[in-house]
């Protein structure tokens, strides 16, 4: 249908650009162009032929011939295509055989951690024990019973032997039967072993580096001597009822520069 103007003159309309999607490349061929630096197949050739099929190209020429310029475009003949670029040839993978009668496992070795509790304690040994924070020294130390049952906390109570109020109690107490193993709460060096005359009875203390050590009071026997080096876990003594003591347990301290500081921040 003709469109009438003003001045009489019959004029066709001219029908919108509309680019042909078929022969535009996908977006994830110019994606794949743009990691090998290679012009995708159909691209600036196929945009400026598209725009000419569309009748854009003769709206432009006729621009330029109305303002004498003449435009002259050269693609340069390449060839390349993304089939063109070079690309490794894909690589066999490896077999592995064995003898018949060779037994073959796929268990994953082990592997040492450096986070394992003597490792954290350590870390933590980095600085002195008396500035180690509270959710720093939480479970650094192991339990030097298999089963810990707390008799009596760390802190003030009521003197088991006297009565008197306001005594420190400066342990922990586990109740637990007379000649039970006890354990070295870390590794370190046994720097005590022997009858405690302040009411320990038989009593072992274990530095462990750094100010930070345990004492291990009450004990039926010692297994140790002073110098002997313990690992995490090792066999200490034997628990019991000796010193100022009402009945077997286990008394346990921690010490932070020869001061006795509640167990549980450690345990």
């Known amino acids: 249908m003709l469109d009438v103007k003003e001045h009489g003159r019959r004029r066709a309309p001219v029908p919108e650009f509309e680019a042909p999607a078929a022969d535009l490349p996908s977006r994830r061929d110019a994606l794949a162009a743009e990691r090998t630096r290679a012009v995708p197949t159909g691209g600036i050739s196929q945009l400026v032929g598209s725009g000419l099929r569309s009748g854009i190209g003769q709206k432009a020429g006729m ?13 340069p003949s390449t060839g390349m295509t993304l089939a063109s670029v070079d690309a490794p040839a894909p690589t066999a993978p490896a077999v592995v055989s064995a003898a018949a009668d060779v037994p073959v496992t796929f268990a994953a070795p082990a592997v040492a951690s450096a986070l394992n509790a003597d490792g954290q304690l350590q870390e933590t040994l980095k ?101 002997t080096q313990l690992e995490r876990g090792d066999l200490v003594a034997l628990s019991g009822t000796t010193g100022a003591s009402t009945g077997c347990h286990l008394h346990f301290e921690v010490m932070v520069n020869d001061e006795t500081v509640d167990p549980t921040g450690w345990l």
């Open 63 to 75: 621009v330029l011939a109305a303002t004498g310029l003449a435009l002259a475009v050269t693609l």
């Open 127 to 227: 600085v002195e024990a008396a500035n180690v924070a509270p959710q720093a020294s939480k479970g650094t130390l192991s339990a030097p019973l298999k089963e810990l049952n707390t008799s009596s906390p760390f802190g003030a109570r009521l003197n088991p032997l006297t009565g008197e109020l306001g005594e420190i109690h400066t342990g922990q107490d586990f109740a637990v039967a007379c000649s039970t193993s006890v354990f070295a709460a870390a590794g370190g060096t046994v720097t005590f072993a022997g009858w405690h005359p302040y009411g320990g009875g038989n009593r072992v203390v274990i530095d462990h580096g750094n100010g930070l050590s345990t004492s291990y009071n009450h004990l039926s026997s010692i297994s140790v001597a002073v110098g």
